[in-house]
C-alpha cells in the first residue's frame, strides 16, 4: 500500500530534474525578454507615461499571459515546434516563421551582443568591441559545454535573479512614490494603447514566444499530461519580466518625478547613475551585460530550433549552427556595427512573427490532425484573437513606418 501510494506521489509530482528544467524554460524566456532594448523602452515610456505606465504594464502582463498560455500549451499538446505546426495548417507557411525567426534573431542578437559590450564597458571601462568579443566567447562557451542544455537553464536563472535583485536596490534607492504608482495602475490618469501593444511585442514578440516552448519541447516535457506544468512554467517566464518591468518602472519613476532629465542615448543608464551614483551605473553596466548576454543565448538558441526540423544537416549540427550564429552575430558587431537596414527590415519582419504564429497556433488548436482530442478552453481562444488582432495592426504599422525608410 505504501509503495502504491510513493508511486503515486511520484507520478503527480515531477522530479527535481523536471522541475529544473521548467524553471529555466521559463527564466529562458523572461531573460531573453529582458535585453537592452526591455531598458531602455522602459525608461522612455516611464518618462512618457509617470505613474500611469503602472496600467500599461498591467495591462501588457494580462495580454502576455494570454499569448504565453496559448502557444505554449499547443505545443506542448501536439508535440511539435511552432514552424511544424505552421506548416501542418498551411504548407510552406512554416518556412516562411523559420526564416523571419532566424533573421530577426540574427539581426537582434548583433544589438544584444552590442549592449552586452556596452554593459562591460560601463563596468571595466574596456573597449564596447572587445567586450562584445568576450561575451560572444562566453555564451559560444556555454552550447560547448557537454550539458549544454542544463548551462543555459542554470546561466537564464543566475542572471535573472541578478537583474531583478540589482534593480529592486536601485528603486529603494530612486525613493518612487509607490502609492501614486500603485493609484495610477488601476486608474491611470494617461492612457497609451500603442504603449501596451509596443510592450507585448517587446515581451512575447519575435523568437521569444516560442523560446520556453522549445526548450520544453527539447527536454521532453509535453503532451496533455504534462499541461499543467506547462502552465506553471509558462506563467512563471511572464511573471519574471514583468517583476523586472516594475521594478525598473518604479526606480526610473523615482528620478523622472524629481525633475531629472534622461540622456536621450541612454536613458536607462542616467537612472541608475542618479539614483544610486556610480555603484548605481556600475550596477547597470552589469544588468546591461547580463540582459545582453540571455538574450544571445535565448535569440540563438531558438533561432537555430526552428531552422533545426527544416533542414536535417541542421538537426545533426545544431551544437554547431547555435555557435555560428553567435560568431556571425558578433563579427558583424565588431566589424560593422548595427548595419541600420537590416535592423529596419528585421524590425518589421520580427513584428509579424506574433500575430502570425499566434493566429496560426490558434488555429491548430481546432485541428485534430495536430492536437488529437486536446479541448482549447474558450477563453484562451478569445484572449489569443484579441492579442492577434492588436499585434497584426502594429505590425502592419510597423511595416508602412518602416520600408519607406529603406528606399
Do not use: C
Not at 571601462?125 to 567586450?131: E, H, M, P, T, W
Not at 568579443?133 to 543555459?152: D, P, R
Not at 500603485?182 to 491611470?188: D, L, Q, S
Not at 488555429?363 to 479541448?375: E, H, L
Amino acid at each position: 500500500m505504501a509503495s502504491k501510494e510513493k508511486d503515486l506521489q511520484q507520478q503527480q509530482s515531477p522530479s527535481k530534474g523536471k522541475w529544473g528544467v521548467l524553471l529555466g524554460a521559463a527564466f529562458l524566456m523572461g531573460s531573453s525578454a529582458v535585453g537592452p532594448g526591455f531598458l531602455t523602452q522602459t525608461a522612455v515610456f516611464t518618462d512618457q507615461l509617470l505613474a500611469s505606465f503602472g496600467f500599461v504594464i498591467l495591462m501588457s502582463i494580462i495580454l502576455d499571459v494570454g499569448v504565453q498560455l496559448n502557444i505554449w500549451r499547443i505545443i506542448a499538446v501536439s508535440r511539435m515546434r511552432g514552424q511544424d505546426i505552421a506548416n501542418k495548417v498551411l504548407p510552406g507557411l512554416g518556412y516562411f516563421l523559420a526564416f523571419a525567426v532566424a533573421l530577426g534573431g540574427l539581426a537582434f542578437n548583433i544589438g544584444n551582443v552590442g549592449g552586452a559590450g556596452l554593459g562591460l564597458n560601463v563596468i571595466f571601462g574596456i573597449d564596447a568591441r572587445i567586450g562584445a568579443i568576450i561575451t560572444g566567447i562566453i555564451a559560444i562557451g556555454i552550447f560547448l559545454s557537454k550539458e549544454a542544455g542544463a548551462a543555459m537553464d542554470q546561466i537564464a536563472r543566475i542572471l535573472g535573479i541578478v537583474m531583478i535583485v540589482l534593480t529592486l536596490y536601485v528603486a529603494f534607492q530612486s525613493d518612487p512614490p509607490v502609492g501614486e504608482a500603485i493609484t495610477r495602475t488601476f486608474a491611470p490618469t494617461e492612457l497609451d494603447v500603442f504603449a501596451i501593444i509596443t510592450l507585448v511585442g517587446g515581451t512575447v514578440g519575435g523568437y521569444i514566444t516560442f523560446a520556453g516552448g522549445h526548450r520544453l519541447l527539447d527536454a521532453g516535457i509535453s503532451g496533455k499530461e504534462n499541461l499543467r506544468y506547462v502552465t506553471r512554467s509558462s506563467v512563471t517566464g511572464i511573471l519574471i519580466a514583468s517583476i523586472m518591468r516594475i521594478f525598473l518602472f518604479l526606480a526610473v519613476l523615482g528620478v523622472v518625478v524629481t525633475g531629472v532629465k534622461l540622456d536621450a542615448s541612454n536613458p536607462a543608464a542616467t537612472v541608475f547613475l542618479e539614483a544610486a551614483g556610480t555603484i548605481g551605473y556600475k550596477m547597470f553596466g552589469l544588468i546591461l551585460w547580463a540582459a545582453g548576454i540571455t538574450s544571445v543565448i535565448g535569440a540563438a538558441y531558438t533561432s537555430v530550433s526552428f531552422l533545426k526540423t527544416l533542414s536535417k544537416r541542421v538537426e545533426r549540427h545544431q551544437k554547431l549552427v547555435t555557435i555560428g550564429f553567435i560568431i556571425i552575430s558578433t563579427i558583424i558587431m565588431v566589424l560593422i556595427g548595427q548595419p541600420a537596414t537590416l535592423l529596419v527590415v528585421a524590425g518589421a519582419v520580427n513584428g509579424l512573427i506574433l500575430p502570425i504564429g499566434l493566429g496560426v497556433l490558434l488555429i491548430a488548436a481546432y485541428k485534430k490532425s495536430i492536437v488529437g482530442d486536446y479541448k482549447h478552453p474558450l477563453w484562451l481562444t478569445i484572449f489569443g484573437a484579441i492579442v492577434f488582432i492588436a499585434t497584426a495592426y502594429l505590425a502592419i504599422v510597423t511595416l508602412i513606418d518602416k520600408v519607406p525608410q529603406l528606399f
